[in-house]
């Protein structure tokens, strides 16, 4: 679809499709789904109504939008290939998701690890799928780890860093500071290390 995206009525006005999915999803990801209103969007978005609808169908799809369109802690995966230990693949996954949920300029938190843990009945449908897209986190994280684990003791580790991604998460939205979130890494890091010695 076009990234400049004509008003079916009303004139020939514009709007930049790219410029109206990051504005939304820096609303959404400050305030959650729930928090942002349709008037919320239209107006930071500088669209009437009708065309976000024509658009987007709903506010639900252009969610999804500003979904696909965040890398966050997603990106911070892709540094996982690089490293050559299980500690070293743990390290780069804990600081790169803090420098996601910290880097300065954006919005703090991860929006996947935080979206819609706890909804209303009407966006049931939307908090599957935001569980599917951090079941997918676990995933692929698993298959990341799988050099040097077995395959139940990769899913194992990888559910528990999953957790330590989501309280980091958190912590950061609440004003944690990067290096207090990175002491926290710290000792996750060191407490894995003191396991293997006892296993």
């Not at 369109?69 to 390290?91: F, I």
């Not at 309280?167 to 003191?194: C, M, N, P, Y």
Request: proline share 3%.
């Amino acid at each position: 679809m076009d990234k400049l995206v004509k008003k079916r009525r009303g004139g020939p006005r514009t709007f930049d499709r790219d410029h109206a999915v990051d504005t939304a999803m820096r609303l959404f990801w400050r305030h959650g789904y729930e928090g942002v209103s349709l008037n919320d969007l239209t107006a930071a978005i500088g669209i009437a109504p009708p065309s976000l609808y024509a658009a987007f169908g709903s506010k639900a799809g252009l969610y999804r939008e500003a979904l696909d369109r965040y890398s966050g802690l997603p990106k911070a995966l892709n540094n996982l290939g690089q490293t050559t230990s299980l500690y070293e693949a743990v390290e780069a996954l804990l600081d790169s998701a803090i420098n996601a949920v910290t880097e300065p300029g954006n919005e703090r938190g991860c929006m996947i690890s935080s979206g819609m843990i706890q909804c209303g009945g009407d966006h049931a449908e939307l908090a599957r799928e935001l569980a599917q897209r951090r079941g997918l986190m676990r995933d692929t994280i698993t298959l990341k780890l799988e050099p040097w684990l077995d395959q139940d003791g990769a899913a194992s580790l990888s559910r528990y860093l999953v957790t330590i991604l989501q309280g980091l998460s958190v912590q950061a939205r609440d004003g944690a500071s990067r290096e207090e979130l990175k002491q926290i890494a710290s000792e996750v890091v060191a407490g894995i290390r003191a396991r293997s010695l006892i296993d």
